[in-house]
């Protein structure tokens, strides 16, 4: 699992997930979770691991997607551009 962040054009921070060439929105602000630390303190309060966790909300659906490449590249995409690096850099490398 590939893990980053964006920052969308009213500032607000949500955590994405990579899935295949694109960055999927994975946040529930009405959850309570919004970016990455968010996730983090929800798994450390269930006992989960943080890729359950992601992975739950991927599996819901999560929320608008983003052309990986051109976040990658420093270009924004529909307003949003990547607030953190995406983690690990490489498929299939450890976290």
Same mark, same amino acid.
């Given at each position: 699992m590939?893990?980053?962040?964006?920052? *969308? @054009?009213?500032?607000?921070?949500?955590?994405? #997930?990579?899935?295949?060439?694109?960055?999927?929105?994975?946040?529930? @602000?009405a959850?309570? =979770?919004?970016?990455?630390?968010?996730?983090?303190d929800?798994? =450390?309060? %269930?006992?989960?691991?943080?890729?359950?966790? *992601?992975? +739950?909300?991927?599996?819901?659906?999560?929320?608008?997607?983003?052309? #990986?490449?051109? +976040? =990658?590249?420093?270009?924004?995409?529909?307003?949003?551009?990547?607030?953190? /690096?995406? %983690? /690990?850099?490489?498929?299939?490398?450890?976290?």
């Amino acid at each position: 699992m590939r893990i980053g962040q964006i920052r *969308l @054009p009213d500032d607000r921070i949500h955590a994405a #997930l990579v899935q295949g060439d694109e960055l999927v929105d994975v946040a529930d @602000p009405a959850a309570g =979770l919004s970016g990455v630390a968010d996730f983090l303190d929800r798994a =450390l309060e %269930t006992g989960r691991r943080l890729e359950q966790v *992601l992975g +739950l909300r991927l599996a819901a659906g999560g929320g608008a997607r983003y052309p #990986l490449a051109a +976040l =990658l590249g420093g270009e924004a995409a529909r307003g949003a551009r990547l607030a953190m /690096p995406i %983690t /690990p850099r490489r498929p299939g490398a450890a976290a």
